[in-house]
């Protein structure tokens, strides 16, 4: 098991690995980083001027050793300026004593994940406030999702082809059919505006950042769980019918169990195998979804940040963004695995 | 619930009619199906694929899904109407007053859950007994099935139980609350011959125990001898035949029971002086039924305008105890004649030997955990020290039971595994290293295989002409697409395929038409060499008797070598030359088909003789049941291999089975047994089978 869990870690180091290298080159192309120096400078500097701020801030060293510097495997780069130093692991300039009190190696593995351009404030600081709002929101969707999703599938498919199968299956095939900037605008529209005047809930979600509650964070909430909630229902529903047919099933009806002990006793376990799989697979689209709906009903979390964070060239940002993504990634893929051997006693891990 | 003072049958089918609804037409499946258990009577429901057997069961458990219903006539059930109850009611009989025993006994067991917790809902539900004194009767019902370590059989999940185990299982599932009618659907048709025996006796023990009632459905008419008191022969949703299993057996009257024991390998039978026959034509899909008499196109006695005119009702055969029979002329055929004299061929003449294999073994390296991590690796000794020839002409079997090594030889020789160390002669070149893709075309096309699954052998989207051309033109045989078209055409011929049959799709075909293919395929390059790896087994018995022909037929024709792998020995003994027994990768016994069959045996091959069984009433067999399972091939025993399981050890002095494997000895010409025991043990030893005189000649 400790062998299992340990490989899979390696794998997501070398995986971090390879996407942030390819994050970093595409950030650092020339004309990227003529955008980012102009941004931070102003938009009529001259060609002469971006080169040499963008020395001053030390983008024009090779790739690999800005790549190192990042990693914090190669030492830091100082340059002399008119009125003192500048350098990758300071900002601004500094005398030269300072300069040499400080450490020379400035990397992730010192712990230092640089300094974000767009927010002007250390990126470690930016990362864990915006993830932790999104991990609210992500709390949220899961706690409406998972349970509202099994049920429609468990119900649709403990008889197949049943009146409740079909209208079941319609609804989720609805939901899961429908974009969340469809479904978002559709349910603002419907429950925040006045084109229905049902103003139940807040069309914006800024005030749930400090003081989450029902009426400002249900929408964006449920905007997100609604595809979710289709798709996993339709997983569900589809294992759940291919084990009510099989010949255990039968065996448990003609032992004489009640149909809503044969349900809940023999099939549940056996249909949850498969779709738990893809539960675990929601985590990190769930990412992908938020860049949308926090975008949309202005929450600024986690998606909210790598929007802004992509948009103005912000590399350091950028970069932790993509770290912590692929670790949500391959951690929820890891936590998938170990569940699954727990529900399939056929699988072992020793 | 049920009348202490009950005292009629405990289950009496009247004129039953089963249908399923499709979106096309209705299927009857069952028709005017009658029979009558009687209480602590086992009876015996036979009939090949599709008649509706299992289809009755299901019927009688009212459980027919959502297409199948119920059209006519009456079940009842100590004489309770079935037919009239709710499903609250039905839910209390299921379980506790008919239970039910199914073919596949891992799919039959929910896999994610403990088979302690599977078992102990049985009284929970029905008796409303606690989980303490539910674990108790757990516990004594699995010992009652005879399984070692009750505690520790309890906590397991059913995947790491032994497929016998599992069965075991099912069956103490079934009998926890003492039901009055057992429904045993197949209950050992996965299971190997010597598991199956195990598994036979304990049922007819456990029913003798408690007084159960049983409808044993099978399709096997020796294992009906064995457990059955009566029987009722179905053919395409009828009953055709019923009475107790002497009268069945010996005095049948109806032409489909005569013919199915005509297609059976017996004893009696040999391949060249008394070869099997066959039922003619096809199997009637169930809306396509004759009119009047369903068996009638297949039958020899079918008068035109006489048997398709009328529906048969049953009719009571005079003088005999509820023996009756559903055809019109039961009374004017001459039951006694022999069957037209079949044409005796010549055995043929055994030639030079063609391979030759020499202390070939094979090992498989497998990581101790698959999944996850790499583990420390294990070694799966598939085959051990195998030494052999077959020659040309012959016809080897290769017999034991699942586990043994037999496929894992014929992997070897094809050459989709290299051999470990030790040699294949095949003409005198060493091919055990050569993997198929380095063969040469001619190596390939000469030494071919007939797979055991002719469903899943096919390309189902490739036409069947098409799929023999491929294989002809991978030979290299034929220059022009023309020229193999019309080979193809010849090998339609040759396994008696209707030409027409090379535009169908596989699915158009039964599996007997589709097993031809596969022999068509196999010959298409002119083999030398053929392995037919269980080649009928998946067949209905009267299919299977006239592909088993087609095969000898064509051997005989090419002087092919047949190397025969099969875990069924009445058939091995029908057609083999000679036998080679295996057991947990040893060659166990080798000898000539004779030889093999007659003492003195191997331990192990005497107890597998004796587990077969042969439905003839004139057969006594002596009963050897092996203890355990066969041990794993990862962790063998010391010594000789059958040691844990053999009954003559203790004839042997000494630790000497648990220290040493035993050295091949000759016993008499070409027969070879790889045992400790003693001349004078050998000498002791008397013959499983034995045919019993019968009073003239054999009424069949």
């Known amino acids: 098991m400790i062998v299992f869990i340990l490989r899979r870690l390696g794998v997501m180091i070398l995986t971090a690995l390879c996407l942030t290298f390819v994050v970093f080159f595409l950030t650092n192309l020339y004309p990227n980083l003529e955008k980012l120096a102009k941004t931070q400078g102003n938009f009529r500097m001259t060609d002469e001027q971006v080169a040499s701020y963008l020395r001053k801030e030390g983008h024009l060293e090779p790739l690999l050793v800005k790549y190192g510097q990042w990693l914090g495997v190669v030492p830091g780069t100082t340059y002399q300026g008119e009125d003192g130093l500048t350098g990758t692991c300071f900002r601004g300039t500094q005398s030269a004593e300072q300069v040499a009190a400080r450490p020379r190696f400035c990397g992730i593995l010192q712990g230092d994940w640089g300094f974000s351009t767009r927010f002007r404030a250390p990126v470690s600081a930016i990362i864990a406030e915006r993830l932790g709002l999104t991990g609210i929101l992500m709390f949220w969707v899961m706690l409406l999702m998972v349970p509202s999703a099994l049920i429609l599938g468990v119900l649709a498919g403990m008889r197949e082809g049943s009146r409740t199968d079909r209208a079941l299956s319609t609804v989720a095939i609805t939901t899961t059919a429908t974009p969340e900037y469809v479904s978002g605008v559709v349910l603002i529209a419907v429950f925040a505006s006045s084109a229905f005047g049902l103003r139940w809930f807040n069309g914006t979600a800024t005030s749930a950042m400090e003081n989450p509650t029902f009426w400002n964070f249900f929408l964006p909430v449920l905007t997100i769980a609604l595809y979710g909630t289709g798709y996993i229902a339709r997983m569900t529903r589809a294992s759940m019918a291919e084990v009510m047919t099989a010949q255990y099933i039968r065996t448990a009806r003609l032992k004489g169990v009640r149909f809503r002990d044969i349900v809940l006793k023999h099939a549940l376990r056996n249909a949850l195998i498969a779709p738990f799989t893809v539960i675990m697979l929601q985590f990190p689209w769930l990412l992908n979804g938020v860049v949308i709906v926090e975008t949309l009903f202005n929450y600024k979390g986690f998606g909210w940040t790598l929007v802004q964070a992509a948009s103005n060239n912000d590399i350091d940002l950028l970069l932790a963004v993509s770290v912590v993504s692929v670790f949500v990634v391959l951690l929820t893929q890891l936590i998938s695995d170990i569940g699954y051997v727990y529900l399939n006693p056929r699988i072992s891990v020793t | ?700």
């Open chain 2, 1 to 700: 619930m049920s009348d202490p003072t009950y005292d009629g049958p405990i289950l009496e089918i009247e004129n039953l009619s089963i249908s399923f609804f499709t979106r096309l037409r209705e299927i009857p499946a069952v028709m005017d199906f009658s029979c009558v258990v009687q209480p602590g009577e086992a009876m015996g429901l036979v009939g090949e694929s599709g008649c509706g057997k299992s289809t009755v069961a299901l019927g009688v458990m009212q459980d027919l899904g959502v297409n199948g219903r119920i059209t006519g006539g009456t079940i009842r059930y100590k004489g309770r109407d079935l037919n009239g109850l709710s499903q609250n009611e039905l839910r209390k009989i299921r379980g506790s007053e008919i239970a039910m025993i199914y073919q596949e006994p891992m799919a039959s067991l929910n896999p994610a859950m403990k088979v302690g917790k599977q078992l102990m809902e049985v009284p929970m539900i029905h008796q409303g007994v606690g989980t303490a004194a539910a674990r108790k009767l757990a516990l004594e019902m699995i010992e009652d099935v005879r399984m070692p370590d009750p505690e520790r059989i309890l906590n397991s999940y059913p995947h790491q139980l032994s497929g016998g185990q599992q069965q075991r299982i099912v069956i103490a599932m079934a009998l926890m609350s003492r039901p009055s009618l057992l429904i045993l659907d197949e209950p050992t048709t996965a299971l190997d011959v010597t598991v199956e025996a195990g598994i036979v006796d304990l049922v007819k023990d456990l029913g003798r125990k408690y007084g159960t009632s049983m409808l044993f459905i099978s399709h096997n008419l020796g294992l009906i001898l064995d457990s059955c008191d009566r029987l009722c022969v179905m053919y395409s949703g009828e009953a055709v035949e019923t009475g107790s299993i002497t009268e069945v057996f010996d005095e049948m009257q109806h032409p489909y029971t005569q013919a199915l024991f005509r297609s059976i390998p017996l004893p009696s039978a040999d391949k060249n002086a008394r070869p099997l026959v066959a039922i003619p034509g096809n199997f009637p899909f169930p809306h396509e039924r004759p009119p009047g008499c369903n068996f009638g196109p297949r039958c020899d006695y079918f008068q035109a305008g006489r048997c398709d005119a009328q529906e048969v009702p049953m009719a009571r055969v005079k003088g005999d105890d509820r023996h009756e029979t559903r055809c019109l002329r039961f009374r004017e055929i001459d039951w006694s004649t022999p069957p037209e004299p079949p044409i005796a061929t010549e055995k043929a003449r055994i030639g030079a030997p063609v391979i030759e294999v020499d202390a070939l073994r094979k090992y498989y390296e497998v990581a101790a955990n698959k999944l996850f991590g790499r583990g420390h690796k294990q070694l799966v000794k598939a085959n051990e020290t195998l030494t052999f020839d077959a020659r040309e002409s012959e016809t080897l079997a290769i017999v034991g039971e699942s586990g043994c090594g037999k496929s894992t030889f014929a992997k070897v020789l094809m050459g989709l595994e290299t051999a470990t160390a030790g040699k294949i002669l095949y003409d005198n070149r060493e091919i055990q290293d050569i993997p198929i893709q380095r063969r040469s075309t001619a190596t390939v096309s000469d030494i071919q295989m007939v797979f055991q699954n002719p469903f899943d052998t096919l390309n189902p989207s490739m036409r069947v002409g098409r799929q023999i051309m491929r294989a002809l033109e991978i030979f290299g045989i034929g220059t022009s697409e023309a020229e193999r078209r019309e080979k193809m055409l010849d090998l339609m011929d040759l396994v008696k395929l209707p030409r027409e049959f090379a535009d169908r799709m596989p699915r158009q075909l039964s599996g007997g038409q589709k097993q031809r293919v596969g022999i068509a395929r196999a010959f298409a390059g002119g083999a030398r060499i053929v392995v037919a790896d269980e080649p009928v087994s998946a067949l209905d018995v009267s299919v299977a008797a006239a592909v088993t022909d087609l095969l000898l037929e064509i051997q005989r024709n090419n002087r092919t070598t047949l190397l025969f792998i099969a875990h069924d020995l009445s058939i091995v003994r029908y057609l083999s030359d000679r036998v080679l027994v295996m057991y947990l990768g040893h060659v166990v016994e080798l000898g000539t088909t004779a030889q093999v069959f007659a003492p003195p045996y191997h331990p192990y091959t005497e107890a597998l003789l004796s587990a077969v069984p042969i439905a003839d009433t004139s057969v006594r067999k002596k009963r050897i049941l092996l203890e355990g399972d066969v041990p794993s091939a990862i962790n063998p025993p010391s010594g000789c291999p059958f040691q844990t399981r053999c009954r003559w050890k203790s004839e042997v002095p000494g630790n000497l089975c648990e220290t040493e494997v035993p050295p091949m000895r000759r016993l008499a010409d070409g027969h070879q047994v790889k045992c400790h025991l003693s001349e004078s043990c050998f000498g002791q030893m008397e013959p499983v089978i034995e045919l019993a005189a019968r009073p003239g000649s054999d009424g069949q």
